[in-house]
């Protein structure tokens, strides 16, 4: 009975910030050695790359936005004043609850929600499940959740949720008690909701569990209200997920690598041969985003010949098949012992590969093994995987860094469109798919009558092409999600090569993407005004 008592006085507890920069370090980035640069916080880190390219975009502001009756020096304090609206995290929530164990204890579970930032609503970001989660690092990942999304234009302002637990310690029964409650304190404060903030599955989560958090407010705070479904993403098909969402993250990478590699001018630069074909790629990490980012760069001719995982590493220099490595991972567990490639204690980080994508946690590639890594492409499918000590000694190596928040977008991308999905009621495709068909058939019909009407007494047959046959029955959602995911990502990509030029950036994509990102969000923020300032 004590120890319940005790449980239930933490209960419930909860630290709210709002308009506070979380600072790690009050000394200059320039006073630090690379060693403090790359132990500074995750959140620390991610404010570094934005101040770094926030110094470009305020220059050029004043520069060139043209404001009649306002003089440089008022112009210069308004522009500065709105980037101070950019940095900090707006709302973060802590909670503590309790849990009962299938064996009868009862447990505190901690969890976190951050919300960076409201200039766009809702906020949207994952929700992880990790022993280590901690408050900064949701911090930093909500900021970064906010330069992403501006990034590849989907109107949502960003948002993180962690849970500190190993899901692998917790059973199915458990590990929903804990969903259900945790969904239940995030719409006590306000924290959840389809016009409000928008969660979506992240390391250790997954449909399963989106599929819960639905369910949960459906049946609470959300009864009656319309677009309850709308309230997270990443859900299962039968509770209004979205076709292409699980490999969306994923696709969305290769798509990013897709759009440098063919890019002539940049792979001059690295001494690269421009296209996929033949190119050699190491993973680490095998969970959804590498596999699915490995599956697609295998299919588009390049080779597969690193994997690296919890329980080992492999490696095959004539290439590793990732489908029978995802299904032998079903099956045992783990890569560990799969026959199709030998396991090295070597650090395929920095093995000889012309692509490496991180796909694991953040901060693997410090200042410390940046030096000796050897790929001439690495594509960020994790949040955060190189710190800023890194990030120089890479670009110093003339090593093109395709950064996170512009190569992991795929995942919210297609969020987006099953967000829409679930406020319009409708599935993409359903509406026009048999009137396309249709329309097909007497286009052809249509060619077949006139030429045989010009050529009397003959018949003249008009069949479709084995790939328009493909395309005559119209686009089903499938087909819309994967052509609005490519299609997003050429135009980001586009955005990205012009701020290189525009502000001569060299190889810096990542300082590029920022900029990007800077320019859409303080312009949303110009336009709107203050509200009650």
């Known amino acids: 009975m004590a120890s319940l008592l005790r449980c239930l006085r933490r209960t419930n507890r909860q630290l709210v910030y709002s308009n506070r920069p979380f600072a790690v370090s009050s000394r200059k980035l320039s006073e630090l050695s690379t060693e403090e640069e790359d132990n500074l916080g995750f959140s620390q880190m991610v404010t570094n790359f934005v101040e770094h390219a926030a110094v470009r975009v305020r220059e050029r502001l004043v520069v060139e936005e043209k404001t009649p009756r306002e003089s440089p020096e008022q112009k210069k304090t308004r522009i500065e004043g709105m980037f ?82 190993d899901p692998a310690k917790y059973s199915s029964p458990e590990l929903e008690r804990i969903t259900r409650r945790f969904t239940t304190e995030l719409s006590k404060k306000g924290f959840l909701g389809a016009g409000v903030d928008v969660p979506a599955p992240d390391m250790g989560t997954g449909e399963r569990e989106m599929s819960w958090m639905v369910d949960t407010y459906a049946m609470s705070f959300g009864h009656g209200d319309l677009a309850a479904h709308a309230v997270v993403t990443g859900k299962p098909i039968t509770q209004g997920g979205i076709h292409g969402r699980v490999s969306a993250t994923g696709r969305g990478l290769f798509h990013s ?22 190119k050699t790629f190491i993973v680490q ?118 950064p996170d928040l512009y190569a992991n977008a795929g995942g919210v991308t297609v969020s987006y469109f099953e967000w829409l999905k679930n406020l319009n009621h409708v599935s ?75 502000y001569n950036l060299g190889l810096d994509l990542r300082q590029a993407a920022y900029i990007c990102s800077l320019e859409k969000i303080y312009t949303v923020y110009r336009d709107a005004g203050l509200t009650f300032a």
Not at 121 to 143: C, F, N
Not at 449 to 454: D, P, V
Not at 455 to 477: H, N, S
């Open 84 to 165: 101070k609206i950019i940095l900090p995290c707006n709302h973060f929530l802590e909670v503590n609850f309790p849990v009962r164990r299938d064996n009868g204890e009862i447990e505190i579970i901690q969890g976190y929600r951050a919300q960076h930032s409201q200039h766009r609503t809702p906020t949207k970001g994952g929700m992880r499940y990790d022993i280590h989660v901690s408050a900064d690092e949701v911090r930093a990942l909500a900021s970064l959740m906010t330069y992403k999304c501006a990034m590849v234009d989907v109107p949502f302002g960003g948002a993180k949720a962690g849970i500190k637990i």
């Open 257 to 278: 690598v897709e759009q440098f590699i063919n890019n002539t001018a940049f792979m001059q630069q690295i001494g690269l041969s421009p296209g996929l074909k033949d």
């Open 285 to 402: 990490g095998f969970g959804n985003v590498g596999l699915h980012s490995a599956r697609y760069l295998h299919r588009a001719g390049a080779k597969c010949i690193g994997v690296i995982e919890r329980d080992g590493s492999l490696f095959n220099e004539e290439g590793i098949d990732p489908r029978e490595l995802e299904t032998y991972k079903l099956e045992h567990g783990g890569i560990a012992g799969f026959p199709g490639a030998r396991a090295t204690a070597d650090d395929l980080l920095v093995a000889e590969c012309d692509i490496l994508v991180p796909c694991a946690n953040e901060k693997q590639i410090t200042s410390v093994n940046a030096p000796h890594i050897k790929a001439k492409i690495i594509a960020e499918g994790a949040n955060g995987p190189t710190t800023s000590a890194a990030h120089r000694i890479l670009l110093d190596r003339n090593i093109l860094i395709v």
């Open 428 to 502: 993409f495709g359903r509406l026009t798919f048999k009137y396309e068909h249709d329309t097909n058939v007497h286009l052809f019909n249509s060619v077949q009558t006139a030429l045989e009407n010009k050529f009397p007494g003959q018949k003249v047959p008009v069949y479709p092409t084995a790939e328009y046959q493909k395309r005559m029955a119209g686009a089903g959602e499938k087909d819309i999600v994967h052509s609005g995911l490519a299609y997003t990502m050429e135009r980001s990509a586009g955005q990205i090569v012009s701020a290189v030029n525009r």
